[in-house]
C-alpha cells in the first residue's frame, strides 16, 4: 500500500492531462474574450466621445437658429446695415464720427441730436502767415 500511496503523491504533483486541456481551454477562452473586450471599451469610449461632440454641435444650432431669428427680422438688418455699412434711409443725414485719433470711430455710437462741431482754433502756422501778410501790408502803404 505504501507503494500506491508514492504513487497517487506523483500523480497529483504533477500536470495532469485533464488539468492540462482546461488550461489551454481556460487559456483560449481568455484570449477570444480579451478582443472583444477591448473593442467593446473603445466603442464605449468613442460612444462618449460622439454624444460630447453632439452635445456640443446642438448646442452651436442652438445658437444659429438664434442668429438667424435675429437676421430674419427687418429691424435687426436695418440696423446692422445702418451701423456696418453706414446706411441712411431717404431723407436723413449721414454723417462719420472722426475719433481724436483722425479716423473714423469704428464703433459708432447713435447720436440723438446734432450739435454744430466745436470751434477749433486755427493752427500756428496760419496765425503766422497772417502776420506776415499784416507786415507786408504794412509796409506797401
Given at each position: 500500500?505504501?507503494?500506491?500511496n508514492?504513487e ?20 483560449g ?5 480579451a ?7 473603445a ?11 453632439n ?15 435675429q437676421w430674419?427680422?427687418p ?9 456696418r455699412?453706414?446706411w441712411?434711409?431717404?431723407g436723413?443725414?449721414?454723417?462719420t464720427?472722426?475719433?481724436k ?5 469704428p464703433?459708432?455710437t ?9 470751434v477749433?482754433?486755427p493752427?500756428?502756422y496760419t496765425?503766422?502767415w497772417?502776420s506776415v501778410?499784416?507786415?507786408g501790408?504794412?509796409?506797401?502803404s
Open positions: 500500500m505504501a507503494a500506491s508514492n497517487r503523491t506523483d500523480r497529483r504533483s504533477g500536470l495532469t492531462p485533464r488539468a492540462a486541456v482546461l488550461a489551454v481551454v481556460a487559456v477562452v481568455a484570449v477570444s474574450i478582443l472583444p473586450v477591448r473593442e467593446l471599451v466603442q464605449r469610449s468613442q460612444i462618449a466621445s460622439l454624444q460630447s461632440q452635445s456640443t454641435e446642438a448646442a452651436r444650432l442652438d445658437q444659429l437658429r438664434a442668429l438667424e431669428k430674419n427680422d429691424f435687426y438688418v436695418q440696423q446692422q446695415a445702418r451701423s455699412l453706414f441712411v434711409l431717404p436723413e443725414q449721414p454723417f464720427v472722426i475719433g485719433t483722425g479716423k473714423p470711430d464703433t459708432p447713435p447720436v440723438s441730436a446734432w450739435s454744430p462741431p466745436p477749433i482754433a493752427a500756428w496765425a503766422l497772417k501778410q499784416t507786415a501790408a504794412q509796409k506797401k
